[in-house]
């Protein structure tokens, strides 16, 4: 079983930065993928971003914008979210696999985190 806990959340201005954590348990972290998910009210849970290894995945509307990275010594995964947009508020989830293989797709993750509120106002 592994827990996830997001932190980093809050209300921002367009054109601003946040960084969002997800702190794991577990003792073998760095095996997991990794991915970030969003959901706005009354639409579907999106793909962000994942990573597995060193290898990272984005979402075309988040390209060049937000980037994922790890600290497997802390077994945090981080979201670095500069330029944000309004249309970025969303609830924020964190999900992991313990499992081989990386995805965008929400059905392949079995772990998720509680979800962090980031609102950009414009």
């Known amino acids: 079983q592994v827990q996830l806990v997001e932190s980093g959340g809050g209300l921002v201005q367009a054109g601003g930065s946040l960084r969002l954590s997800c702190a794991a348990s577990g003792r073998t972290f760095s095996n997991y993928a990794m991915g970030w998910f969003r959901q706005a009210p009354g639409k579907e849970r999106q793909f962000v971003t994942a990573?597995?290894?060193?290898?990272?995945y984005y979402a075309d509307s988040v390209k060049g914008r937000f980037t994922i990275s790890r600290d497997n010594a802390k077994n945090t995964v981080y979201l670095q979210m500069n330029s944000l947009k309004p249309e970025d508020t969303a609830i924020y989830y964190c999900?992991?696999?313990?499992?081989?293989?990386?995805?965008?797709?929400?059905?392949?993750?079995?772990?998720w985190g509680q979800g962090t509120q980031v609102t950009v106002s414009s």
């Open positions: 999900a992991a696999r313990t499992a081989p293989g990386i995805s965008n797709d929400t059905n392949f993750y079995a772990y």
């Open positions: 990573i597995k290894w060193s290898n990272t």
